[in-house]
């Protein structure tokens, strides 16, 4: 069972059409569950302050700390990948899950249109089977302050971490479920299946 955590941030519908594609069952929970969970999914479009606080507000804080600490598989796929980190230059002050450290920085504007909507090609950084194209949707991108986190990089012109993992943990700034077929096929690899 594969969990959506719904932080009141939208692409649920896309995410959950593509696990039943997958033929992966899974929930949207607005609250924890009081079970624990071996997969959680933590999608996004919007802003990081307005879902760091729906995430306190649900309870969610605590339950993913628990859950990052006893292993469980968390994804963040496009603002649930900058919520893993600790600040975003969009919402001053609001404070993320922290379980990568690092921030969340605007990319440049004076160099490309912000925001980056369309394709761009993934280049890895070791083996690491990602799709060779993804498609995104965002104007921030992750900065981490630790070695050896990013297994994938994209360009807009500059380049930007485009999968993070440490551990159960891994996020991806594109969205796999809107990357075509191997996108899908990547997403299922993501949640411990086999692409």
Known sequence: MVTIIDAGTGNLR???????????ESRVLQ??????????????VGAFGHAVRALDERGWRSYLTRAAAAGSRIVGICLGLQLLFERSEES?????????????RRLDASAAKVPHIGWSRLRPTGDEPVPPW?????????????????????????PFP????????????????????PGIAYLKTLLGGEG
């Open 14 to 24: 896309s995410l959950s059409n593509a696990l039943s594609a997958l033929g992966l």
């Open 92 to 104: 001053p002050g609001a404070v993320g899950l922290g379980f990568i450290r690092g921030t969340v």
């Open 162 to 181: 485009a999968v993070v993992r440490r551990g159960s943990l891994v996020g991806v700034q594109f969205h796999p479920e809107k990357s075509q077929q």
């Open 31 to 44: 609250e924890p569950p009081r079970e624990d969970e071996a997969c959680l999914v933590l999608p996004g």
């Open 134 to 158: 993804a498609y995104f949707v965002h104007s921030y991108a992750v900065r981490p302050e630790e070695e050896g986190v990013v297994t994938a990089w994209a360009d807009h012109p500059e």
